[in-house]
């Protein structure tokens, strides 16, 4: 690849070039497929008439988490730029190979490529995208709602991801409304972690289920980032969209594991409280023979669960949440991370 055409793909989205009140659709080189033909990556600017912050929104970094696409779209389609403050910058789908290969891992190396940010122009080819997507849009940001869902063969409730230590992280989370939110000052290598190093209050929605579009995740979606895009002052002459439930803060959670193969059979639900040495789980053979049961070792509220009933050793069977807000940091967080969005009139 040419220097000055990989240098191309770590130019910035230059919001400021674009016309106020407006909306933009750009399809930018992001990475190149092997007949050296661009691959172009999804973004839509919707520069609002008067100034304000930056939210980022997007979706489908992991190809097969489509939830995030269609609430991008509703929002899109809600906002109006002529009385919008700030700006949207928002890219439906991240990672395209991935996508176009209906499957969740970059294809070229098979990475997930939520374990590769912020990238580096030398690594590996998941490496290599992903240092391109935070040059183009990462760095454009203020804010970034990152959205997924479970992966392949699980269920997810709607939950947020979110550092609780961070004031601006903590109210986006809160505004979003989710069913839970879980603290996590984030992975190494996430695109929320690479967020938070560039000092961008970021959140992580996790909406439902992969490989299709959920209306309700949707209609919660647009209304949750709706009433963030108030807090932000981005949205002022419409009331946000009322608050309809209280999330369940936890400060931790765990998978639970099966340790046989077998049928396994679930007794469980999504946002369901558990007891600890509650019987969630049998495991039975093919002649319907019960092999094992599963007690939770804990009590705690069930953010995400198997879909397959087919287990083996070590598969994941339910993501428990431990309820309650987690104690307080040692250091406190500066710069933007510690603004509130919630109590406070936005700015500009
Ligand atoms: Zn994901």
Redesign the pocket.
Known sequence: MSAKRKQGFYQPIALEDFPRGGRHQLELPIYENSLGHPTYCPFVVVRGAHPGPVLGICAA??GD?LNGINIIHRVLASVRPDQLHGTLLCCPVVNVPAFEAGQRRFPVDEKDL?TCFPGKSTGTPSDQYARAFVERFLKSVEYLIDI??A?EGRLNSMYVRADWHSPAARDMALLLQPEIILHGKSGDRTLRSAARALDVPAVTLEAGNPSVFQRQMAEDGERGIQRVMAALGMIRDQEPPAHTRTPVICHDSQWLRTTQGGILDLNLELCQKIEKGQEVATLRNAFGDTTGTYKSPAEGIVIGMAHTPLAFPGTRYCHLGRIGEPTAPKQPVSGRLNHRLIGQEGEG
Do not use: F, K, P, V
């Open positions: 970094t992991h988490e939520n997924h869902t992966s």
